[in-house]
């Protein structure tokens, strides 16, 4: 069973730059496909981005398409998530995933962080 954390979240002005890190353990990191979802007070979770086992395929929603880039390093056991142009509506708690298929939504996700917030200022 795969235990995930993050980290970078933070405080950044609009058009900033921030890059989040997921730390994979116990378990096998290269049998997962690796999400970041994020959620606004008073708002559903929200599907940011996932990227396949080896790396190869990305998927972003189109919010964050052509600002966020989500990479994984399988040595590390760590994924990322690189977000550059940031708005102030990209302001949420920001959560990786795991799980051993491609989906969009939360709900077949079993495996998560604790959560990062990012906040950006205007």
């Known amino acids: 069973q795969v235990q995930l954390v993050e980290s970078g979240g933070g405080l950044v002005q609009a058009g900033g730059s921030l890059r989040l890190s997921c730390a994979a353990s116990g378990g096998a990191f290269t049998t997962y496909l690796m999400a970041w979802f994020r959620q606004a007070p008073g708002k559903e979770r929200e599907f940011v981005g996932y990227?396949?086992?080896?790396?190869?395929?990305?998927v972003y929603a189109d919010s964050v398409k052509g600002r966020f880039t989500i990479s994984r390093d399988n040595v590390e056991n760590t994924a990322y998530l690189q977000m550059n142009s940031l708005k102030p509506e990209d302001t949420a708690v920001y959560y990786c995933a795991a799980a051993h298929s491609a989906f969009t939504s939360s709900t077949f996700y079993h495996y998560w962080g604790q959560g990062t917030q990012v906040t950006v200022s205007s």
């Open positions: 990227i396949t086992r080896s790396g190869g395929v990305t």
